[in-house]
C-alpha cells in the first residue's frame, strides 16, 4: 500500500473515529440535562382550579416552568388531593411536598407573627404589603420567621380589599355579634370571639355546606368575585361590607428551605421573579372581576348589600387594635414582626390621607365625567 493510501485510510478512520465520539458525547449528555430538570410539588389550600386562587397556584406553576424553558416544572394538588388544605404547611416544612400556595394566617397555630405576613384586622392595604415586605424590611423577617420551619416564603398574590361577609340576617349593633357562628380565621376571629361570637375556620371548600346545613350563621370568605364563584347567595341574602378583618391579604408561596438552597443562585432569581409577577396579575385580577360579580349578585340574584355601621365599625377596630397587641406578646419573633408592621402602617396611613384616600375622596365629588 502506498504512503498516499495508507494516509488516506488514516484520515478516513480518524473521521469516523471522531464521528463516533462525538454520537457518544451527545448520548452521554442528553440524560445528563433530562437527569438535571425538576419537578415539584405545590400543595395549596384552595379547591381545584377555584377562580382566582387555585388558578393562581396553576398559573405560577405555568410561569416557572415556561421561564426555565420546562428545567423546572410544577405540579400542582388542589386542597385534598395530596394532603388535606391546613396541613399544607408541615408538608412542606417536612419535605413531604416541595411547596405550597396559601394564606399564611392559616399558619397562626405556628406563630402568631404569621398573620402579619398575610392581613391582620384595620392592617395594611395591598400596596402598602408590598411596600412593606420589599422596602421596609417585612421580606427578612418572613425569612427570619420561615427559616425556623424550614421554608422559604415570597408573596405570590393579593385579593386587595375584602368584603365583611354573608349574614343570616340583618346586623345592626354589636349585640348582633354575640352567640353568632361565623366562619373567620386569623386574628379577624379573635376579634369577633371577643365580641361574643363562635368564630371557626374552615378551609374554602367546607365553607358552603357549612352555612347551608346551618352549622355556621355566616361566613367571609374573599369578595364578589370569589363569593359568586361559591353560591353563597343560594343560602344568605345579606352582604356586608367593608371588611374590617382582611384590607389586603398577601397570598403566599412557601418553598421548603433545602429544596430552595439547592437551586442556583439564577433559578432562586427566577422563581422570585415568577412569584413577583404573579403578586401583580392576582391583584389586577380581583379588581377586574369583582365590580361585574357584584353587579350579578345585586342584580340577577337579589343580594342585598348592606354597610356596617361606623359605630360597630369603631368598636370592632378597637376591639381589632387590642387582638393585634396582645397577639405580638406571643414570643419575641412576633413582637419583633409587629413593631415592624406596627410603625410602617402609621407611616402608611400619614401618607395616604394625603394621597391615596384624598384622591378616592375627590374623586366621589359629583362633577361630570365622561
Known sequence: MSKLIKRRSFLKGAAVAGAGAAVAASSLSAPAIAQGKRELKMV????????GLGT???????????????????????????????ESFDAVSQGTADMYHAADY????????????????????SSE???????AGGQELWDELGAGFNIKPFMAGNTGVQWGGWFNKEMNGLEDFKGLKMRMPGLGGEVL???????????????FPALQAGTIDATEWVGPWNDLAFGFYK?????????????????????????????SASEQSLIETCA??????????????????????????????????????????????????????????????????????????AYSK?????????????????
Not at 392559616?106 to 392595604?125: D, I
Open 56 to 86: 393562581s397556584a396553576e398559573r405560577l406553576a405555568k410561569r416557572i416552568s415556561s421561564a426555565s424553558d420546562g428545567a423546572i416544572t410544577v405540579k400542582v394538588y388542589a386542597a385534598g388531593e395530596l394532603v388535606p388544605p391546613f
Open 235 to 263: 343560602v344568605t341574602k345579606y352582604y356586608y361590607w367593608p371588611g374590617f378583618h382582611e384590607p389586603g391579604t398577601v397570598l403566599s408561596c412557601g418553598i421548603n428551605k433545602g429544596v430552595w438552597d439547592s437551586f
Open 276 to 349: 413577583a409577577a404573579e403578586n401583580d396579575v392576582v391583584l389586577a385580577e380581583f379588581n377586574a372581576k369583582n365590580s361585574d360579580a357584584l353587579d350579578t349578585l345585586v342584580n340577577e340574584h337579589g343580594v342585598q348589600v348592606r354597610r356596617m355601621p361606623n359605630d360597630m365599625l369603631n368598636a370592632l377596630g378597637q376591639k381589632s387594635g387590642e387582638v393585634v397587641a396582645d397577639a405580638a406578646e406571643e414570643d419575641q419573633m412576633t413582637r419583633k414582626v409587629y413593631e415592624s408592621f406596627i410603625n410602617f402602617r402609621k407611616k402608611a396611613i
Open 193 to 207: 370571639r371577643r365580641l361574643g361570637a363562635a368564630a371557626v375556620a374552615l378551609p374554602g371548600g367546607e365553607i
Open 44 to 51: 395549596t389550600t384552595w379547591p381545584k382550579n377555584f377562580p
Open 106 to 125: 392559616y399558619w397562626q397555630g405556628k406563630s402568631k407573627a404569621y398573620n402579619f405576613f398575610c392581613t391582620v384586622p384595620f392592617g395594611l392595604t
Open 129 to 135: 404589603m408590598n411596600a412593606w415586605i420589599h422596602h
Open 354 to 370: 394625603l394621597s391615596d384616600q384624598a384622591y378616592w375622596q375627590a374623586r366621589l365629588l359629583p362633577f361630570k365625567y365622561g
